[in-house]
Structure formats: structure tokens, C-alpha cells
């Protein structure tokens, strides 16, 4: 791949999903670009990319697909989960029409762990969930990995901060060394698939009382995670809490949001009031 063509499809990437791939990345972009080039049976690289930006066969959501990173297990980061169960949800409740929906959002949800670690967590720590209509949406641009997240199949990796109990209690054996989330479970939970600095996609959503956005910030730019932030921001009701990696800080993204610290977890609020003054 020459140097204009990196940057070709660098850009076109940037473009499509706000992901930022430097010359330190190069050879992960030129691996997954020479594997969409044999897929396809394009002749050339401009072949391949005459293709992809017409789009034939559905080949852009194909190529995104590739670059997209999908590292997660259960029970990742449970300290916010804490958090939620002790301080955010109680916060939320108090603000909440009677029948009123509480609304979770996972964004990458990726194959689903995040979600259903959620599902999980508010059954075994929230005694208040049998008394509340809780929806909870899991989103990833990555349409191969919402087709696994619905599925609910997992392996040993996926499931090592769970303790044999819950396993138990919360999957089946599917197959030799993994196991699958409960039917009731799986339908409890809602994959969509966003693009997180489309507003056309997002919006659509509505608006959520928690959103955990975790690990993906750090993949974008300055300008893509402005634009991001801003995206979440209108997803949140007003009072409604973000949750980010443990490595970002939406403090130097955006000025939006308000810092709360919870004796678990350091979160973001939108604020209940824009002030004007």
C-alpha cells in the first residue's frame, strides 16, 4: 500500500467513524485492507476502493466491521457498576414519573458483555429492580458483533470475573467451553447498530438515564470526540449520568457535562439546569 493510499483510506475512515488510524497503526489498516481486497476479489487497491465507497454489495458496513476492536468480558470495570446500584439508580428513581422507565444505555455494547453484565448486576445488587421498568440498549457500529451479542454465546474469557454461581444461575451449556445467557435475559436486552458521531443515529434513541461509553473515546480525535460528547449529551435526560473508561476524562473533551464523585466512581452529569447567567 503507498503512502496516498494509506492516507485514502485513512481518511475514508475518519470520515465514516470518527476512528483515527496514525503510520504507528499502518500495518493493522493494511492487513484488514489487503483482507477486504481478497474477500472482495477486487484487482487493485482503487478497484477495492471504487468498491467500497459505491458501496457494492454492502461493502462498507463490511469494512467497518474490520476495523472495528472488540476486547471486553463480564463485570468489567464493576466498580461503576457499584456505583450504579448504590448511588445513580437511587438518584434517577427520585426523579422518575411513576411507571416511568428507567433507561440504560451500553455504547460499544460489542458482543454484548457490558449489557448483560448490567442485566445481571441490577438482578443480584439492586433490590428495587423487581419495581421498576428498566430498558436497557446495547449499541455497537460493528453489525458482526450484535449478531454474537444476540446470540448470547460466551467463552471461558468472557466469563472469568463471574463466580461459578452466577454461571450457573445465568447460562446454559451451549457447546464445550461455553456457555449461553439465559432466554430471558437475552430478550431483555436490545442491540442497535449506531454510529456514535451520527446524530441521525443516535438521536433517534432518545434519551437515557445512564450511558456507559467506555474505551472508545480514546480511538477518536479531539474534533470526533467533541462531536461525540455531544451526542451523548443530548442522549442523557437532564440529570442523567455518563460512565466513562477508567483512562478518559470527559473534563478535557467537553465542558457539558458536570463531575460527580460517588465513594465508587467518578461520573458525569448532564445538568439538570443550563445555566444562562
Sequence with gaps: MTQEEFRKICDYLYRRTGL????????????????????????????????LRSDLDGEVEKFINAFTVNETYFYREDYQLTCLTSDLLNERTRMKRPGEALRIWSIPCSTGEEPYSIAIWLLENWPQVDAHDVEIIGSDIDTNVLKEARTG??????????????IDKYFVGAEPGRWQILDDLRQSVRFTAVNIVERSETRPLGAFDVIFCRNMLIYFDDSSRRVAAENLYENLSPGGYLCLGHTESMSRISPLFEVCRFPDAIVYRRPLEISHG
Design 20 to 51: 483515527v488510524f496514525t503510520e504507528a497503526r499502518r500495518y493493522f489498516v493494511e492487513r484488514r485492507v489487503t483482507d477486504r481486497i481478497a474477500e472482495t476479489g477486487a484487482t487493485s487497491f482503487m478497484n477495492y476502493f471504487a468498491r
Design 153 to 166: 454465546i460466551f467463552g471461558k474469557r468472557a466469563l472469568m470475573r463471574l463466580t461459578p454461581k452466577l
